[in-house]
Each structure stands twice: as C-alpha cells, then as structure tokens.
Nanobody, 124 residues
Framework: QVQLVESGGGLVQAGGSLRLSCAASGRIFSNFAMGWFRQAPGKEREFVAARSRGGGNTYYADSVKGRFTISRDNAKNTVYLQMNSLKPEDTAVYYC?????????????????WGQGTQVTVSS
C-alpha cells in the first residue's frame, strides 16, 4: 500500500550536517504520520523523530532535540530529516516509517510501513 525509500545518508565529520529524504508512493501521503528511527550495530531500533499527518505536530527523542528537524512536503510525498551538529553516537542506519493514525507515535510497533534504511556514519 505504501512504499518508502530513504536517501541522503553518507559519511560526515562530527559537527557536520546531513539531510535525509524519504520518498513515499502507493497512496495519499498526507494520510500518514511519518517517523524516523535509527539502529546502530548491536542495539535496538530507537525512535528519532515523528511528524503528524498534515505536519502540524512534531516530537523528538531527547538525544536529538535541538539538532534534528523533521519536515514533510505533502506535494512531493516526501519527508525529511535535517541533522545538524552530528555526533559519532548518531552513527546508525536510519529508517523512515509511516503510520496510518493520528498523532506522533514513538513505538516501532505503531508504524505500518518501513523503508530499507540509509547509513549515516559520523566520524570523530
């Protein structure tokens, strides 16, 4: 029903910035809340940021508040994660996810669709 494809990952030095993109297809993008998660080697997948359907509400993990910004362009069926002041501990595979519900869910189990992930590596 929904396909998500992430892009924009790469290698960046600590203190640098990256912008991840998640392009959606399959149905009307604006009907879904969108989230970003990340998973480092040997660790659980963790919540990063979410934006409600329509884009009116956002929620961030404490670890990224003030540094990351989630946004969406419904006309382009795309959600973004702007990452500034990157730290080595931000290194992970980042996943885009879509939830067919209201609000800004933080649990992976609340999301219905997932992208394949994009690697972000922050060097010291």
């Amino acid at each position: 029903q929904v396909q998500l494809v992430e892009s924009g990952g790469g290698l960046v030095q600590a203190g640098g910035s990256l912008r991840l993109s998640c392009a959606a297809s399959g149905r009307i993008f604006s009907n879904f809340a969108m989230g970003w998660f990340r998973q480092a080697p040997g660790k659980e997948r963790e919540f990063v940021a979410a934006r409600s359907r329509g884009g009116g509400n956002t929620y961030y993990a404490d670890s990224v508040k003030g540094r990351f910004t989630i946004s969406r362009d419904n006309a382009k069926n795309t959600v973004y994660l702007q990452m500034n002041s990157l730290k080595p501990e931000d290194t992970a595979v980042y996943y885009c996810a879509a939830a067919d519900l209201h609000g800004t869910p933080v649990s992976p189990s609340r999301y219905d669709y997932w992208g394949q992930g994009t690697q972000v590596t922050v060097s010291s």
